[in-house]
């Protein structure tokens, strides 16, 4: 077993769980055994995500504790307070709803000496030349954590409002789909003015207005005021069907009346 620099500044000893700052070694803290575990486990598995499920054997293996999830939550909460405790950022990732990694931001140093740091020792341990893990991001001063922590914060909440305009989009999508109406009178064409009436044919069989004009005495419609009429005549004349309506009513709330006059042969 080895014990860690992390990011140059912070001594990791594996055995007893102290964390301590190399430039003020009086700055201590300890991770609970559990966490210590934990963190250790993130770091054998370098940068790869461990999914909370994967934790959660790992949990019920060596403990007989009802609440997996919060023991996991206690762990992950201990490591960070730990960190902070002696001024550094948390050592990790956690991925919405999936697992948990150790942070890209981190840089690892193995040491060959399990003695940490106190007031009366001047001794360092030798520190390896290089990394334990090959780190993509290196940290040469806390700043710029602070930004990569900042990157983190704004993709996530980018993510979410990319996320609820989708959700939004898709709801307006599908209830102006359900909610719209059928072009019932697209097919019908304008034939030309009787009187206030425009009158529109379906068929491509002209309407004798005189004829109109006889059919729509016999229903009382007057053309006195603005009225849309849709007149459908199918080939054999056995069926004539006759729409009033006060607009068009594809587009707006325009009220209509329908006639039929059936042909006895």
């Not at 002209?206 to 849709?230: G, M, S, W």
Request: proline share 5%; hydrophobic share 35%.
């Amino acid at each position: 077993m080895h014990n860690y620099i992390i990011n140059d500044r912070v001594l990791f000893n594996t055995y007893t769980g102290v964390l301590s700052r190399l430039d003020d070694p009086k700055q201590l803290s300890t991770l609970s055994s559990h966490a210590k575990q934990l963190f250790l486990h993130l770091i054998d598995s370098g940068y790869q995500i461990i999914p909370f499920e994967q934790l959660s054997v790992d949990v019920k293996e060596r403990s007989d504790l009802p609440n997996v999830n919060a023991q996991i939550t206690a762990e992950l909460d201990n490591i960070v307070k730990s960190f902070q405790q002696i001024g550094e950022y948390e050592p990790m990732m956690i991925v919405y709803s999936y697992g948990v990694q150790l942070s890209t931001d981190v840089e690892l140093k193995v040491i060959s000496s399990y003695r940490s740091f106190n007031e009366n020792e001047r001794e360092k341990p030798y520190i390896a030349k290089e990394s334990v893990i090959d780190s993509t991001v290196t940290l040469d001063e806390p700043t710029i954590s602070v930004k990569s922590k900042n990157n983190r914060f704004i993709w996530y909440y980018t993510r979410i409002v990319l996320v609820i305009s989708l959700s939004i989009f898709l709801l307006y999508f599908a209830l102006n789909l359900f909610s719209s109406k059928p072009d019932y009178f697209a097919d019908y064409h304008y034939q030309g003015k009787y009187q206030q009436c425009s009158v529109f044919i379906h068929n491509q069989k002209p309407t004798d207005l005189v004829h109109l004009k006889l059919r729509l005495e016999e229903f009382n419609v007057a053309c006195d005021t603005p009225h849309n009429i849709y007149v459908s005549i199918p080939a054999d004349d056995r069926r004539e069907s006759y729409q009033v309506c006060g607009g068009n009513p594809d587009q707006e709330q325009a009220p209509c009346v329908s006639y039929y006059v059936v042909k006895v042969k």
